[in-house]
């Protein structure tokens, strides 16, 4: 890793490892990079994390959060075209999957590469509308209920002060997603995996199944105990999910 990096920066700079597959890693709405940051020890080596830092929250707290998701993934497709210079799978949460789903899109339209995988999680297929929840614009004790509802934010960190910073981000990228116009194009051609937590009230089975529509390759759905945010109760189970679904790709070019 190189000792000096740009604060504004979408991802660091690449380590010097021999890994042979790059993980773009998409937060969900109000987090940041950091949840991702255990990930590389906890992967295969050949598996090199790369966590996306979006404006408004970690190093990037100054900057003006996106409302438009569209338009994030427009700017993601031109600082990230860079770094798929290697075979690269895109992972996203909540509304961190549907901003990867875009991502891909939007690289096959520049003609580079699809990623080898696509792992989409804790987020309805994009086809399935969300504009009929407007909970971005409620006033902040009704969000601060619906979030306590999710059961994704500490409640010492509902009840604190620190939440006159986060409520803005949320109410970012809560926007974001509830505003968001799918329009429909070709399925892609990679593999896709959806998961679920069985207890997500707001992302029932039905619509992680509908992800099965957006390739015309391979579909995988799973679920997970847990609510929708599974991903930090089910960290184990879900880290060895996506490394078995890569080790098909890392054994293919050990041979």
Wanted: proline share 7%; aromatic share 10%; net charge negative.
């Amino acid at each position: 890793m190189t000792a000096c990096t740009r604060l504004d920066a979408w991802v660091l700079p690449e380590s010097e490892s021999a890994s042979r597959i790059r993980l773009f890693c998409f937060p969900y709405a109000g987090s940041s990079a950091q949840i991702f940051h255990a990930w590389q020890q906890e992967l295969p080596n050949e598996i090199e994390v790369s966590p996306v830092h979006l404006p408004g929250r970690g190093k990037r707290a100054r900057e003006k959060p996106f409302t438009d998701l569209l338009a994030l993934a427009e700017v993601l497709t031109a600082e990230l075209s860079p770094h798929v210079d290697k075979p690269y799978a895109l992972f996203g949460h909540s509304v961190g999957a549907t901003v990867a789903f875009e991502v891909a899109r939007a690289f096959r339209r520049e003609g580079l590469p699809l990623p080898l995988h696509l792992f989409v999680s804790g987020c309805r297929a994009p086809q399935l509308s969300h504009t009929r929840d407007r909970s971005y614009d409620l006033p902040t004790g009704n969000l601060i209920g619906r979030l306590r509802e999710l059961n994704g934010t500490p409640s010492e960190i509902l009840e604190s002060l620190a939440m006159e910073f986060f409520l803005p981000i949320i109410r970012a990228d809560l926007q974001m997603i509830q505003t968001y116009n799918y329009s429909v194009e070709a399925p892609l051609s990679c593999p896709i995996s959806a998961f679920g937590g069985w207890q997500d009230l707001a992302e029932p089975l039905e619509m992680i199944s509908a992800w099965r529509e957006q390739t015309t390759s391979s579909f995988q759905r799973q679920m997970f105990a847990g609510d929708h945010f599974f991903l930090h109760s089910e960290h184990d189970h879900l880290l060895q999910t996506i490394s078995q679904q890569l080790s098909e790709f890392i054994d293919a070019t050990s041979l």
